[in-house]
């Protein structure tokens, strides 16, 4: 096990805005969460990687990382930069391949700020794997990403999880969650409604499709 | 993590500044004006102009040239360097990088650390401009006295961490740079205020004075280096990082925060009780020993050990009572630790003081009381000995000599005016199209 959250809750104000969520994310599988928007999936993210406070439950985790969704880390900074530097505070070596992977070969000297939406969702997910970390969670991962460069990322992500990583992913879109997730947490107005594979969550719901499932259980 | 590899980070990230590179464009311009206009004061008090010269005693390095030159710091402290240590924090905060960097294997007091060693150097490069301004001084055949311009030097870099210090728990505390840039400027107008209420009231709110910047730093431009104000800048110093690394703790709860806070507070207000407790000690570093009286007097002066009273009836902006609180006052409260200066008149300019004794000064010593309208030192002295018993030492006069220097400040222009702007300005531009190329190759 290389995250288990167990009953972790959280307000805002008067707000509820996690109540009782447990999971499980085992080494080297990729798991989807998904939901409606408002379903808590960011502030999930954000008590667990602990740049949110939360009420109550526990976290057990080996050492993770997180990449929030639409950052621009040091605007004025260049591509190559922001991974150097990345990879430096974890001590460990820059891998330029990561640059091939997300073509970013010809942005590397591009300052962040003059990055595409696209262009800075690659970078936040190449900040993710240049990290060491064992568990990576990233939000909304193939936002702003056009088909075939969707397509790419889920391959890396792939490889990455092959190697051993656990990838937590917060997915909106449901085709692109079954296509690169291994098992899926549903989660609607702060709760966890459903946790397991496809086929799983297909058998207890009657439903055809990750689709459906949603439309199901929220 | 190695702190060195934090500080390399902000290294670039202020070297990314364009705030930074606007703010060493204006400072070197500005230290040029101050200097250039420095000089030509010195230059004509000297003589040059042939008119009547100043007395040479009366011509001091450091309140003619040293002083108003590294005055425009005090500008920029002001105005300026709160952005740039502003911008350090609030820039990661709304981009969201900071919660990349709360997962760093580096806590966020190491991560304040790293940055406020990286404030302070950029503070040391924004002082090549003092540096040549000196450096030019010194060409011209001009003196300096080096503890003079270590302690002022050391003066305007408290007041610089100090700034630094609260503009970053500023940027931590509120949710964007510009309300940031609103409280730092609060606090400064806050001490400005304090400053103003406080001259010649005496009591709790006179002693707090003396430790807000502006007072602080006038210590420093006399020449006196005064142990507790130094150790309470620091200590406000090190709250304002405090409070920031605190308030960037985004994962604990507000509770959690205000508990910090509070806990920062207790501690900064037991240091800054215990300094103004316990410390006393000050050192006269100025060349011509303005801030004290003559050894023989100092001597004499300890023999006293019972408390002086002193009551001036002077409103505080009478010249008088300045004049007495600067050439007099600063001198006894050194000598004297038993000293208690009371200000009975309530009124600030005087204009309107209808009281019998205004301008009178009421020295009471034990069960004896003498009254004296003098504000001359000498005079001071002799009503103290009389009322205490002991002898007056023989007068000592000054040995500095002053430092006449009748010259213009040949080719100053040319380094600040031109040469300074162009290498900013080349290096500003420099960056730039390094940028436009590449994003032209994209």
């Known amino acids: 096990?290389?995250?288990?959250?167990?009953?972790?809750?959280?307000?805002?104000?008067?707000?509820?805005?996690?109540?009782?969520?447990?999971?499980?994310?085992?080494?080297?599988?990729?798991?989807?969460?998904?939901?409606?928007?408002?379903?808590?999936?960011?502030?999930?993210?954000?008590?667990?990687?602990?740049?949110?406070?939360?009420?109550?439950?526990?976290?057990?985790?080996?050492?993770?990382?997180?990449?929030?969704?639409?950052?621009?880390?040091?605007?004025?900074?260049?591509?190559?930069?922001?991974?150097?530097?990345?990879?430096?505070?974890?001590?460990?070596?820059?891998?330029?391949?990561?640059?091939?992977?997300?073509?970013?070969?010809?942005?590397?000297?591009?300052?962040?700020?003059?990055?595409?939406?696209?262009?800075?969702?690659?970078?936040?997910?190449?900040?993710?794997?240049?990290?060491?970390?064992?568990?990576?969670l990233l939000d909304e991962p193939f936002d702003g990403l056009d088909l075939r460069q969707t397509r790419q990322v889920m391959e890396i992500?792939?490889?990455?999880?092959?190697?051993?990583?656990?990838?937590?992913?917060?997915?909106?879109?449901?085709?692109?969650?079954?296509?690169?997730?291994?098992?899926?947490?549903?989660?609607?107005?702060?709760?966890?409604?459903?946790?397991?594979?496809?086929?799983?969550?297909?058998?207890?719901?009657?439903?055809?499709?990750?689709e459906e499932v949603f439309l199901a259980l929220t | 993590m190695r702190l060195r590899d934090l500080v390399r980070k902000e290294v670039a990230e202020l070297a990314a500044s364009r705030a930074f590179w606007l703010l060493l464009l204006i400072v070197g311009l500005l230290t040029g004006q101050s200097f250039i206009t420095a000089m030509n004061a010195y230059a004509e008090a000297s003589g040059i102009g042939g008119g009547a010269v100043a007395l040479p005693q009366g011509l001091s390095p450091l309140d003619g040239i040293l002083t108003p030159t590294l005055g425009v710091y005090?500008?920029?402290?002001?105005?300026?360097?709160?952005?740039?240590?502003?911008?350090?924090?609030?820039?990661?905060?709304?981009?969201?990088?900071?919660?990349?960097?709360?997962?760093?294997?580096?806590?966020?007091?190491?991560?304040?650390?790293?940055?406020?060693?990286?404030?302070?150097?950029?503070?040391?490069?924004?002082?090549?401009?003092?540096?040549?301004?000196?450096?030019?001084?010194?060409?011209?055949g001009g003196h300096l006295h080096a503890p003079e311009v270590l302690n002022l030097l050391a003066g305007y870099t408290l007041r610089f961490l100090l700034t630094a210090a609260i503009a970053m728990a500023a940027a931590a505390l509120m949710s964007g740079a510009a309300n940031a840039a609103i409280v730092v400027l609060a606090f400064t107008i806050g001490t400005w205020a304090l400053d103003f209420i406080a001259a010649g009231r005496g009591g709790i709110v006179q002693t707090l004075a003396s430790f807000t910047p502006g007072a602080a730093l006038r210590s420093f431009e006399r020449g006196l280096f005064r142990v507790d104000g130094v150790l309470v800048m620091l200590i406000i110093s090190l709250f304002g990082f405090g409070l920031a690394a605190n308030w960037l703790h985004l994962g604990r709860s507000i509770k959690a925060r205000m508990a910090g806070t509070a806990v920062l507070f207790i501690l900064a207000g037991l240091g800054v009780l215990n300094v103004l407790m316990l410390v006393r000690s000050s050192f006269d570093l100025s060349e011509n020993r303005r801030n004290s009286f003559s050894l023989a007097d100092e001597q004499a002066l300890a023999q006293i050990r019972e408390p002086l009273t002193i009551t001036p009836f002077l409103s505080a902006e009478d010249p008088r009572m300045m004049d007495f609180e600067n050439n007099v006052l600063v001198k006894l409260r050194r000598s004297l630790p038993e000293l208690r200066v009371v200000y009975p008149l309530a009124g600030r300019s005087g204009l309107f003081e209808n009281n019998a004794h205004y301008g009178e000064i009421v020295y009471r010593l034990g069960m004896k009381t003498a009254t004296s309208r003098s504000m001359t030192e000498e005079i001071v002295l002799e009503t103290i000995y009389e009322l205490s018993g002991v002898h007056a030492p023989p007068h000592e006069a000054s040995t500095y000599p002053g430092y006449p220097l009748a010259k213009r400040p040949a080719g100053a222009a040319l380094i600040f005016y031109a040469v300074w702007p162009a290498i900013i300005i080349t290096v500003i531009l420099s960056r730039r199209s390094r940028r436009k190329i590449h994003k032209t190759a994209v």
């Open chain 1, 157 to 210: 992500l792939r490889r990455d999880a092959a190697k051993g990583r656990t990838l937590v992913l917060s997915i909106h879109q449901l085709s692109d969650a079954a296509r690169a997730c291994d098992r899926f947490l549903l989660l609607d107005h702060g709760r966890s409604v459903a946790e397991g594979t496809l086929n799983e969550l297909t058998s207890r719901t009657g439903a055809e499709g990750l």
């Open chain 2, 74 to 140: 005090d500008l920029a402290i002001t105005l300026l360097f709160p952005f740039v240590a502003i911008r350090l924090v609030a820039n990661e905060k709304s981009s969201d990088a900071l919660k990349l960097m709360l997962q760093w294997p580096a806590s966020i007091e190491r991560q304040i650390a790293a940055k406020a060693i990286s404030l302070i150097g950029a503070w040391v490069v924004s002082l090549v401009p003092f540096g040549i301004a000196l450096g030019l001084w010194r060409a011209y």
């Open chain 1, 1 to 136: 096990m290389t995250l288990e959250v167990t009953h972790l809750s959280a307000r805002r104000g008067a707000r509820q805005v996690l109540a009782d969520v447990s999971f499980t994310a085992n080494r080297g599988e990729i798991l989807g969460v998904i939901g409606p928007n408002g379903a808590g999936k960011t502030t999930l993210f954000e008590c667990v990687a602990g740049v949110l406070p939360f009420d109550g439950g526990k976290i057990d985790s080996d050492l993770l990382f997180y990449v929030p969704d639409a950052i621009r880390p040091w605007p004025d900074q260049t591509v190559r930069w922001t991974l150097t530097l990345t990879a430096r505070m974890f001590a460990t070596q820059f891998d330029s391949a990561l640059l091939d992977d997300l073509d970013l070969v010809a942005l590397q000297h591009a300052t962040v700020r003059s990055l595409s939406k696209g262009e800075a969702k690659r970078l936040d997910i190449a900040v993710g794997l240049a990290s060491p970390r064992t568990v990576l």
